[in-house]
């Protein structure tokens, strides 16, 4: 992924999806109590450290005790960074930011956040809502929104990630409540229709600081229920509850539904796929949002 119009405390689990803090004050303690290093090898690790010079989690990798992975882990929590393991149940693989925060990906979406917060997040100002748009079907819209949505979350903003795509969402499926008591938010749909009983959005246990706000049951009349009355005051709400509101969106292409929500968030930010979207509609999307008084805060090439 590549942009060429922007240049570029939870001290851990005692398991992925637990919300019980692991207390440990070092790196050996904390790799110890999440079942990655024996209690065991401590002392062997730690004359291996003063023999080398080098610090613990190294010494351990030297030893073969440790994997590079495990070392990041331990560093996240120890930083107060939240990302998973691999095949986590409740978050979907496409979420590459909440499994790989240190690799390519990660970096990328950490670079995408640096510009958004200097040309468009401005909170005393109410400019924390953002709509991820994009002209056609398959340009990463979803995994833009998700990755993003983690970034901010890692950052230790409040973040709330929106699914207004009401015809064809993804959030759905790429988060899943842990299934630890964390109850199932009944939707947008729902609670656009005046259906919604309870919590609007449903946390992440997993990654601290995010939740999400599916699209829910499918509706017959999606562009009415975001044209409707009360979207404006769910946002609202939402406001003044999170940090940052990051808003996927369906195919502007298809249907009119991304400019409606742009236009109550305020800003957008314009996905394309290289070597697949067309330039025209990127165009045309570009000139409608400009049309309905959008902040347009970027344009960000997928696939690169």
Not at 61 to 79: E, K, N, Y
Not at 179 to 203: H, I, M
């Amino acid at each position: 992924m590549k942009h060429p119009d922007m240049p570029l405390p939870n001290p851990g689990n005692t398991n992925p999806g637990s919300t019980a803090p692991v207390v440990a004050t070092s790196i050996g303690q904390l790799l110890v109590a999440t079942g990655r290093l024996q209690a065991q090898d401590i002392a062997r690790i730690e004359a291996k450290q003063r023999e080398a010079a080098m610090p613990f989690g190294e010494a351990a990798i030297a030893l073969g005790l440790l994997q590079r992975d495990d070392l990041d882990f331990a560093l996240s929590r120890q930083f107060n960074y939240s990302y998973l393991p691999a095949q986590d149940a409740g978050v979907a693989p496409q979420v590459v930011t909440a499994y790989k925060p240190f690799g390519p990906v990660g970096e990328q979406f950490r670079a995408l956040r640096s510009q958004l917060l200097l040309r468009w997040y401005k909170p005393e100002a109410l400019a924390n809502t953002l709509a991820v748009v994009s002209a056609q079907r398959g340009d990463g819209r979803s995994f833009v929104a998700a990755n993003l949505a983690v970034v901010f979350a890692q950052q230790g903003q409040r973040t709330l990630l929106v699914d207004a795509n009401l015809r064809h969402p993804q959030v759905d499926q790429w988060f899943k409540p842990a299934g630890n008591g964390t109850a199932k938010s009944p939707g947008l749909a729902a609670a656009l229709a005046g259906r919604a009983e309870g919590e609007l959005w449903q946390t992440v246990p997993q990654l601290t600081g995010l939740s999400v706000l599916p699209a829910g049951a499918q509706p017959p009349n999606p562009q009415e229920l975001l044209a409707g009355a009360a979207f404006g005051p769910l946002l609202h709400h939402a406001r003044t509850c999170f940090d940052v509101i990051i808003i996927d969106t369906p195919a502007s292409a298809e249907v009119a539904d991304a400019e409606l929500v742009a236009s109550r968030a305020g800003a957008a930010l314009l996905v394309a796929r290289q070597n697949a979207t067309a330039v025209k509609h990127c165009q045309s999307l570009t000139q409608r949002l400009q049309d309905a008084g959008v902040h347009l805060a970027g344009c960000i090439i997928n696939g690169a």
